[in-house]
């Protein structure tokens, strides 16, 4: 499908628990429409590669599984805001997720719907992806991914060709630190207990929109695009 450039699309947020495909589809809708993905587990894993502040304050919570201080991560979300590559849109990709977060999103595009030069001034299309306990078990265990272009495997679901090596540029697939089995429960745990709150805020304010994200990757896309097209319609 040829890349669509000239709209402004979104801000999209992609809600769902770990495992549930947010990464994954937001590639496809950054390709698809030209917008960036702006996920905060890979910012803060790249600053937790790159020994940052930031990164050494996140490196540990990271590791147990439990979410970073909500402090922190706006802060790193205002940073990459404010570039400009976001002005026809952007893809939040596992953020907001406590309360807190997405009452500082709600402000700042607040402040945005007023201000006239910007394009994207509207509130967020928020995509929720359900996805059933067992699956995202397996889809977590059986994650690998290229540390050089950040293409995302399964070894269950979409294998890479070679035994884990990417298809692209040969690189040998890592699995997340925080893919061990003793890490996923508490990161589950922290989805129930804060970020469902955010999907029930969402939801009371009529913004969320549910997809069957138990299928087929290509069917949750078709779907994601479908959403996306009726709202701009
Ligand atoms: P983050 O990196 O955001 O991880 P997560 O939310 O736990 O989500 P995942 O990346 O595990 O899953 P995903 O939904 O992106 O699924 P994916 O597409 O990879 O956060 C990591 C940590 O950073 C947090 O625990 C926290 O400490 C910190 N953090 C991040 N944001 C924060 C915030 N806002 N506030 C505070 N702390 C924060 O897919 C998973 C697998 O399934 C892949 O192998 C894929 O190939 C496969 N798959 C995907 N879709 C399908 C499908 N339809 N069918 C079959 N397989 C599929």
């Known amino acids: 499908m040829a890349q669509e450039t000239s709209r402004a699309v979104g801000p999209i947020v992609l809600l769902g ?27 803060l894993r790249e600053n937790v590669n790159l020994g940052t502040e930031l990164g050494q304050a996140a490196k540990a919570v990271m590791a147990r599984g439990e979410l970073v201080c909500d402090e922190l991560v706006c802060n790193m979300v205002r940073h990459r805001l404010i570039q400009p590559d976001t002005r026809r849109g952007y893809i939040l990709d596992g953020f907001p997720r406590t309360a807190a977060q997405a009452g500082w999103l709600d402000a700042l595009l607040d402040h945005e719907l007023f201000d ?28 690998r991914t290229c540390p050089a272009d950040g293409k995302i495997y399964n070894v269950h679901f979409q294998p890479p060709r070679v035994d884990e090596i ?3 540029d040969g690189t040998k697939l890592v699995s997340r630190n925080d893919d061990r089995l003793e890490v996923i429960q508490p990161r589950l745990t922290a989805y129930q207990e804060q970020t469902r709150p955010v999907a029930e805020y969402y939801q009371r304010t009529g913004r969320l929109i549910s997809v069957n994200g138990d299928v087929p990757m290509d069917a949750v896309t078709d779907e994601i695009f479908r959403v996306l097209e009726d709202h701009h319609a």
Request: charged share 20%; glycine share 10%; aromatic share 6%.
């Open 17 to 43: 628990p770990p495992g549930a495909g947010k990464g994954t589809q937001a590639k496809r809708i950054m390709e698809h429409y030209g917008i960036p993905q702006i996920s905060t587990g890979d910012l």
């Open 116 to 143: 006239k030069s910007r394009p994207t001034r509207a509130w967020p299309i928020v995509i929720q992806l359900d996805v059933d306990y067992n699956q995202l078990l397996l889809r977590i265990t059986g994650r």
């Open 166 to 168: 990417c298809d692209i």
